[in-house]
Nanobody
Framework: QVQLVESGGGLVQPGGSLRLSCAAS????????MAWYRQAPGKQRELVAT???????FYPDSVKGRFTISRDNAKNTVYLQMNSLRLEDTAVYYC?????????WGQGTQVTVSS
């Protein structure tokens, strides 16, 4: 069974940084695009970054300039570098294929931004 395992979350102060990882149990080489999502308590899951196999990226305005998505096909891993974190970035972060989230969702990794 395909598995996605997110890691790297934690408690960080506003303005801090974290690097999230998403390791897949299968090769991601053939995936056209991967994405990171997040879900805050009481809110719907939202898209925070996408990355195509060709290297094109997309970020919503809420994270643009602060978050960077990357991938290492050899390690079957997708990363999310998060800088200048804000209180509103607090959420559980997930990764999946994009645009169709056709892989089973992982457990996510909790990011808490608090002073």
């Amino acid at each position: 069974q395909v598995q996605l395992v997110e890691s790297g979350g934690g408690l960080v102060q506003p303005g801090g940084s974290l690097r999230l990882s998403c390791a897949a149990s299968i090769s991601i080489l053939s995936f056209n695009a991967m994405a990171w999502y997040r879900q805050a308590p009481g809110k719907q899951r939202e898209l925070v970054a996408t990355l195509t196999s060709g290297g094109s990226t997309f970020y919503p305005d809420s994270v643009k300039g602060r978050f960077t998505i990357s991938r290492d096909n050899a390690k079957n891993t997708v990363y999310l570098q998060m800088n200048s974190l804000r209180l509103e970035d607090t959420a559980v972060y997930y990764c999946n294929k994009y645009p169709r989230n056709s892989l089973p969702w992982g457990q996510g990794t909790q990011v808490t931004v608090s002073s």
